[in-house]
């Protein structure tokens, strides 16, 4: 017997019915409330809705769990590479031996950009926001792959997501050598997703860059760590983008723009900006938890916190061994890494963070790592989208893929002005 929930208005009840997921989340299903009711819900923020069914990422907050498609991040971080998890997030099962290949071959044959692209680059400022670069590069793909518009048919939607994977790296690459006034540097034969996209950014004709496969290793756990988590506000701006019909390419640019904001993806960088404040200052632990607390001071812990996980990040865990690890091995020590570690310790046992549920996620440790492996600052949260382009690209298709494919089209509460003449609305000299 399926479970209802019943609500009363204007003493009137209603029966609603409940959705039970597969990991036995329950949601009342609204759908119906409006046309029987007249009335809507209200849930500033999104915290408590739904705004989808999902088969691709499943977060338990409170337990600290997340798994694509059915895996463990703890045990896909261990076992898989980037490449192959994003196969995972996107078709729903780890590529066999023909899929990888093809996969393999095609995210090769669409490395390169198209040379009119590449000149694009010239049209930025070489001190241009590269979260803003991203954006309007992958947004271009539009204006060069418009056969790749309609994706209905598997081989073309194959094409579109190698082309947006394979190249991502390129864009990111090219737009850190413009910035810094260096040739760029092609996408080399035979090396791996990561490796290439190493070689890309810090190759140069004078100083050939060397491959650490402990770098390698650190940067591809990176992108992994990131692939997919559920509605975020990034991957949600994808889904309600690509619901009105639009071409992948500019959906997930739009995501670029969601994910490009210091709560969400500019965490990442906003965390090393404070940390090196705090380093620069040689501020107390106590004075910067005193700091957050003091609510007149609009001070956050960045890399703090999370809409969904109220106990741990697992995310965070896995990063904050890679900062021992890659640092280690590198033979490097960073003070930033300790000023992290005792902000932790202090933090959880402070009541004002153990109250509000307040830890670190996924942001908090992994700019030290990027750190550790040569990426700026500044491209920190770039390195945050090309690790999340395979969720993106999953949820669009879901979207596309839903047999009641419908326009997101959210209802609201008017607070405004009630009806008032021409006259009325004119601010008085
Ligand atoms: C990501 O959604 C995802 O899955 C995102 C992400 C992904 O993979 O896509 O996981 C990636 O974006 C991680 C989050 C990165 N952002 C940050 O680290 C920025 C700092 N964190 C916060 O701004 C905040 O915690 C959010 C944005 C992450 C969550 O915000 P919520 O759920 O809207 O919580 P809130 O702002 O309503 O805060 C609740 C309380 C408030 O205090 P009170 O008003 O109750 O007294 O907690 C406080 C907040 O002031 N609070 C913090 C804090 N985060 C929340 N106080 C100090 N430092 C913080 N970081």
Redesign the pocket.
């Known amino acids: 017997m399926s479970q209802t929930a019943k609500i009363i208005l204007d003493g009137k009840e209603y029966e609603l019915p409940v959705i039970v997921g597969t990991e036995n989340e329950k949601a009342v299903d609204i759908s119906q409330l409006r046309s029987q009711s007249g009335y809507i819900t209200y849930d500033d923020?999104y915290?408590n809705t739904g705004s989808c069914k999902s088969d691709i990422t499943f977060i338990d907050g409170e337990k600290g769990i997340l798994r694509y498609r059915g895996v463990d991040i703890a045990e896909i971080a261990e076992k898989s590479s980037f490449l192959e998890a994003a196969y995972l997030i996107i078709w729903g099962h780890l590529p066999n031996k023909a899929e990888r290949q093809e996969f393999d071959d095609l995210i090769q044959q669409h490395e390169m950009l198209h040379e009119n692209m590449k000149h694009q680059f010239q049209g930025f400022p070489p001190q241009a926001a590269p979260m803003a670069v991203l954006s309007a590069m992958i947004n271009s793909m539009s204006c060069f792959h418009s056969h790749l518009y309609d994706l209905d048919e598997p081989h073309k939607f194959l094409e579109a997501t190698a082309k947006l994977l394979a190249k991502v790296r390129t864009i990111a690459a090219f737009s850190y050598k413009h910035s810094i006034g260096e040739p760029i540097s092609y996408p080399a034969p035979g090396l791996s997703y990561t490796e290439n996209f190493l070689h890309m950014m810090f190759d140069a004709p004078n100083h050939p860059y060397t491959l650490d496969p402990e770098v390698v290793r650190a940067m591809d756990l990176m992108f992994l760590l990131?692939a997919d988590?559920?509605q975020?506000?990034?991957t949600s701006t994808v889904r309600m983008v690509g619901s009105s019909q639009a071409n992948l390419f500019t959906s997930v640019a739009a995501g670029v723009s969601g994910l490009w904001g210091?709560?969400?993806?500019g965490?990442n960088q906003a965390v090393l900006e404070m940390l090196e404040g705090i380093h620069k200052r040689g501020d107390s632990i106590e004075t910067v938890i005193a700091k957050?607390k003091d609510k007149d001071s609009k001070f956050?812990?960045?890399?703090?916190?999370?809409?969904?996980y109220k106990n741990f990040d697992p995310r965070a865990k896995i990063i904050k061994k890679a900062c021992d690890d890659v640092l280690k091995k590198l033979g490097r020590k960073d003070p930033l890494l300790d000023i992290a570690k005792e902000l932790e310790q202090a933090a959880l046992a402070d009541d004002y963070f153990v109250e509000?549920k307040?830890y670190p996620?996924?942001?908090f440790y992994s700019g030290i790592v990027m750190r550790a492996i040569g990426i700026p600052l500044n491209m920190f949260t770039v390195m945050f989208a090309i690790g999340r382009m395979p969720g993106w690209i999953a949820n669009w298709k879901e979207v596309h893929d839903s047999p009641s494919q419908r326009i997101y089209r959210p209802r609201q509460v008017y607070v405004g002005p009630v009806q008032r003449s021409y006259e009325d609305a004119r601010k008085q000299d």
């Open positions: 923020g915290g990131h988590h559920e975020n506000c990034s210091r709560l969400h993806g965490a957050v956050r812990l960045m890399g703090f916190g999370h809409r969904v509000r307040l996620n996924v942001d």
